[in-house]
């Protein structure tokens, strides 16, 4: 059973409909609008915070706000989920629900910033 679900808030219905067939759980939360919002700034070549800290069963909206020079996403290490890749100034999110304690990786793929140190994690406990 995965430990975290995650998608985008542009189509958070469609997808929260999928996903709450395997996930009963998961729809009830996401569908909140009281979810907390953590800001997650990317730049050349860092994201900060670089670890992210929610509780088991919560979920979380990451806000990536590109405050670098160059165009930067989010991509959730194996989930099929991340940002788009936006450019300088711009900003995308994508909520995260924790089942369960765990750890979930993140970085950029914007090609060589994974690399260059474009990498943070999310710590549920
Ligand atoms: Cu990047």
Do not use: W
């Amino acid at each position: 059973m995965r430990r975290f679900n995650a998608y985008r808030g542009k189509i958070d219905r469609i997808v929260g409909l999928v996903l709450g067939l395997g996930m009963m759980g998961l729809t009830a939360n996401a569908q909140a609008e009281d979810i907390e919002t953590v800001k997650v700034v990317a730049k050349e070549f860092e994201f900060q915070p670089a670890t992210i800290e929610m509780e088991a069963g919560e979920t979380v909206r990451l806000k990536l706000v590109n405050n670098g020079q160059l165009s930067h996403n989010l991509h959730l290490r194996g989930i099929s989920t991340n940002t788009e890749t936006i450019q300088a100034g711009n900003s995308d999110t994508v909520r995260v629900t924790a089942s369960e304690n765990g750890t979930l990786e993140f970085y950029c793929d914007v090609p060589g910033h994974e690399q260059a140190g474009m990498t943070g994690k999310i710590v549920a406990e």
